[in-house]
């Protein structure tokens, strides 16, 4: 039974609105309901639960932060945060494929779409009669994606797309595809490729560690004739999926807090009910460190969120101050899952317990979106003015 009830030393809940709360609370609901009476068995199974996209549609988990005439929430980046930090309280790779949709799918159509293009896919993204993917990241291109080959050429009436992505989430079970390619002069471009265009392939990753519960793959063009009325119109450059991976390393800020907590919760329960030398664990120093701690980092990573997300809806959040909280937020749940997982000694090796799962997620989760390290020079390169990239 999931008996998880937030963690609020601060009374951070204070500098939340009613609606924010209801909206976490129904999240909260709804990660109880369906996704952690079944995430051991989705994630032991490598199983990609896909009713879970209709029931994400249903809650209002896709998009959202994009407007109400589009079929999003039309809602603050803190109801946003929330949102991710719930689901992730539950699992990294349910958030996963949440914030892959409204950040990276919906999120560039509604930016840098065409009218007709957002009224053809947005409402249906966000009710979840459709399931989208974002392809930045290519075999021999992961924190370089500028360096990008796969390319398009224009026909005349069409484009022509070939080249291949890898480490696609939700890739094997989209609908479409938000694929970013060079044309003929080297420029990024953002092009909508659907399921069931001859030459398009989306082979699932198989023996992940990691993100079970989410499905992987790569994305293969082979000479696929994409209409023209497919290509995002309105930004082109690296700059365009840089954009939506800001949105998407806001969520991720959320997101991690809620796996910190998920797993600060079951290891307070536990240090309170073990007994080792006929008392709980939870009397010995050395555990009360552990909680101490964990409580504290959590403390701050909330009142980071919080402020982060108070500058995301002035529009106002740098990328170097996304990164900030990206970086500090999952190496924090990570060590956190870490150090829980030690509380439960010998348990916190089994699906009993969710720590495990939490830390073997927080893997990927420190890895996408821009690793630890590249962050780390994003933010260097904001202090210093000097890129160490290249
Ligand atoms: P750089 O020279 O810095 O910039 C190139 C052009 O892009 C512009 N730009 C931005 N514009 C708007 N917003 C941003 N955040 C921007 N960042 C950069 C920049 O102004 C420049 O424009 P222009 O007009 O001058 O050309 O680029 P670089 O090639 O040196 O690379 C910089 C670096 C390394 C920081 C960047 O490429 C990076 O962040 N690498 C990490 C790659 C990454 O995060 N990949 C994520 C793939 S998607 C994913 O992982 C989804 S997982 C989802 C899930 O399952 O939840
Ligand atoms: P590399 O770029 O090869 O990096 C390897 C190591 O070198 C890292 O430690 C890195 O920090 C370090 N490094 C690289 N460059 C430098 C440098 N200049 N200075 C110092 N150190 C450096 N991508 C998408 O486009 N869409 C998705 O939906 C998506 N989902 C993903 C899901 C999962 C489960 C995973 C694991 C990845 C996903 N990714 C996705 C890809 C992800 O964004 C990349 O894995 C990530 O950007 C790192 O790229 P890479 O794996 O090629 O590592």
Redesign the pocket.
């Known amino acids: 039974q999931d008996l998880f009830e937030g963690v609020d030393f601060y009374e951070i809940d204070d500098l939340l609105t009613e609606e924010h709360k209801l909206i976490r609370g129904s999240i909260r609901d709804f990660v109880k309901k369906e996704i952690s009476p079944n995430i051991e068995k989705w994630s032991q199974d490598a199983h990609f639960p896909s009713e879970i996209v209709k029931k994400f549609g249903d809650v209002g988990a896709f998009g959202p932060q994009i407007p109400e005439a589009y079929g999003g929430g039309g809602l603050d980046y803190i109801s946003y945060g929330l949102i991710m930090q719930e689901i992730e309280r539950g699992d990294s790779g349910m958030r996963?494929t949440a914030s892959?949709q409204g950040s990276?799918v919906m999120y560039p159509i509604y930016k840098f779409g065409s009218e007709d293009q957002k009224m053809k896919y947005l409402p249906k993204l966000a009710s979840g009669e459709m399931l989208g993917?974002?392809?930045?990241?290519e075999?021999d291109?992961?924190?370089?994606?500028s360096g990008m080959v796969t390319n398009f050429k224009d026909m005349g009436d069409h484009y022509l797309l070939n080249g291949a992505?890898?480490?696609?989430?939700?890739?094997p079970e989209a609908d479409v595809a938000v694929v970013?390619a060079k044309n003929e002069e080297g420029r990024i471009h953002g092009l909508i490729v659907e399921r069931g265009m001859e030459g398009f392939s989306t082979p699932t990753?198989h023996s992940?560690w990691?993100?079970r519960a989410?499905c992987?793959g790569e994305l293969v063009f082979d000479n696929v004739k994409v209409p023209k009325e497919n290509l995002l119109p309105e930004k082109s450059g690296l700059g365009a999926p840089m954009m939506c991976l800001d949105s998407a390393r806001y969520g991720i800020a959320w997101g991690a807090v809620g796996a910190a907590m998920d797993c600060y919760d079951a290891a307070r329960r536990y240090a309170i009910e073990r007994i080792q030398f006929d008392k709980p664990i939870g009397s010995f120093q050395l555990i009360q460190k552990k909680l101490a701690e964990m409580l504290t980092e959590i403390t701050k990573a909330q009142l980071l969120n919080w402020k982060l997300g108070k500058m995301m809806n002035e529009g106002k959040a740098s990328t170097a101050q996304i990164s900030l909280a990206k970086r500090n937020n999952v190496a924090m749940a990570l060590a956190i899952a870490r150090e829980a997982r030690q509380i439960h000694g010998g348990m916190g090796i089994t699906g009993e317990y969710p720590m495990m799962r939490h830390m073997m997620n927080l893997e990927?989760v420190i890895?996408?979106?821009?690793?630890?390290?590249?962050h780390l020079?994003i933010l260097g390169h904001a202090i210093t003015g000097i890129p160490?990239?290249?």
């Open positions: 996963s892959v990276l993917c974002f392809g930045l990241t075999p291109h992961g924190s370089n994606p992505k890898m480490w696609i989430s939700n890739a970013w990753t992940k990691s993100l989410s992987t990927s890895t996408y979106e821009g690793t630890h390290d590249i020079l160490a990239f290249k």
